[in-house]
Every structure is written in structure tokens, then in C-alpha cells.
């Protein structure tokens, strides 16, 4: 079976990754023999800008995770990095050939499998790729699957989307997600720190979400974030802040179909935007 390729954002992009080797359920094998000494060294190279980058930025839990798994010289084997995973939180990695189809990665993440894309960036991309590549994925999504909490968010997320799918309200969860899983700001005793993924493995985000006074920091609110639009090719213009992944997980366990019915009807707001009741968070000083 070959299944369908998926592109990211405006359909006019070419697929990257080759979809003739997916199984049904989009996973792959990593083919991990047939990466190159080259790309090897890239990856270690974005590793090592990145590590640099995310000390005193990212959260604890992320830092911690991130040591304790020493994938820095060279592209891991995912049954590694999945054994260890296991372990901790009952989570695995999954091998796929790129971006998968929403209900294919609903289904993944309710079965505690994180889908991780193959194929790495090219060196003309080693500061700024627009769609998800192995390093972003990795990097980014992987460290914080080893908090209990977060791990089960994630799960909690999946099976919340298969749900948002029968109830046609796609466009207001996916918002969760990029603005938790992808960009979100956790408020620590030492200042905000980041824990999204896209900010953590993108230079000049990871430089920018803390300390730039333009983007709004605006308290994690569930029925303001589901309404918040966002762009997926430029820095972010506002940013959600959570106290703790505890919260994060409280206020997403309830039940979303109500509020659904409420929102869908209701018009977006825009990126970027104050709106009235926003808890404001001001730049933290490193
Ligand atoms: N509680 C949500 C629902 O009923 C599911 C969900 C959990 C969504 C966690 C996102 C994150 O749909
Ligand atoms: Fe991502």
C-alpha cells in the first residue's frame, strides 16, 4: 500500500518525504543505516548550536530529560531513544516519512507513539526550516515525553483530537497544540522558561520568545487559546503561558464538547491581539 503524501501549510509545497514506504498507519522504518556521514555531522552541528541555545531558556524537565539522553553525536537510532522512553513513561518513537494526515497522528499519539520524521534538513536549512524535520521532532518533541505529565497530556491530546474530528472542531484544538505542545511558556520560580517545541528547536524563536518585548505573553486561558488563530511561517505574536503541566492537563480534561458548541459559532481572534480579561506577562530578565 502507498500512502498519501502530506504537505505542510499552503499545498503548493512539494512533499519531502517518501510516503511509498509507509505502512498503513504512516509509520516507516528509520532506515538509520542509510543516513550519511554528512548528515550525521549536521545533525550533531544543530545540536550542538541548539544545546547552547536552550540553557537557561528551557525548562527544567526538558533540560533534565535532554541530558540524560545523550543523542548529541550523531542521529540516534529511534529503538534506542524508545527503549529508554519506554521506561520511563510508557511512550514510544515511531519512524515516519514526514508530515502524516491529522487522523493518522491522533491515533498514534492515543496509542502513546510519537510519530518522528526520517529525513533531516538540508545545510541550506540549518537556520530555518518551515515543516517539522527529524531534528525539530527529536529535539524539540522528544525530552518532555519523559515527564509523566506532559506524557500523558499527549495522550490525552490524541484521543481529544480523534474526538474533535467527529465534532468538526479540528481548527479550534489544533490552536492547543501549537500554542502548548509547539510554542507555549512556562512561568517557573526563575523566570518564564520555554517548554514548545517549535520554539526550542528553532534558533532565533528560542533567542526571541523570552526576551523580545514585541510578542504578547498572555496567561494560559483554555477558551482564549482555542480561539487564538496563529501563522505557521513566521516568529509568533503572542505566546501562552501555563504555571505548571499540571494545569496544563487539569484545565484540558475536561470535556471539550460543550465548549465546541459554544466557540464554533464564535469569531476567531487574531494573533497578536489583546483581548479583555488577558493576564499579561512581562519580559523575565535572565
Ligand atoms: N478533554 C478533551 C475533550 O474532551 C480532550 C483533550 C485532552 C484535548 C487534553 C486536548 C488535551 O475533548
Ligand atoms: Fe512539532
Redesign the pocket.
Known sequence: MSMVPVTYGASSRPPRGDYSVARADYTCDQSWDDYSPQQHELYARLYARQLGLVQGRAGEEFLQALGQLAMHARIPRFEDVSERLTRATRWQIVAVPGLIPEDAFFRLLAQRRFPVTVWLRTPEEFDYIVEPDLFHDLFGHVPLLFNPVFAD?MQ??G??GL??QRRNALEL?AR?YWYTVEFGLIDTPRGLRVYGAGILSSPGELARALADPQPLRIGFELRRVLRTRYEIDDFQKTYFVIDSFAQLFEQ??????PIYEELLPLPAYPPGKVQPGDRMFAVSAR
Open positions: 497530556y490525552a491530546y484521543e481529544g474526538k474533535a484544538l492547543l484540558t480534561a475536561q470535556d471539550f464538547a
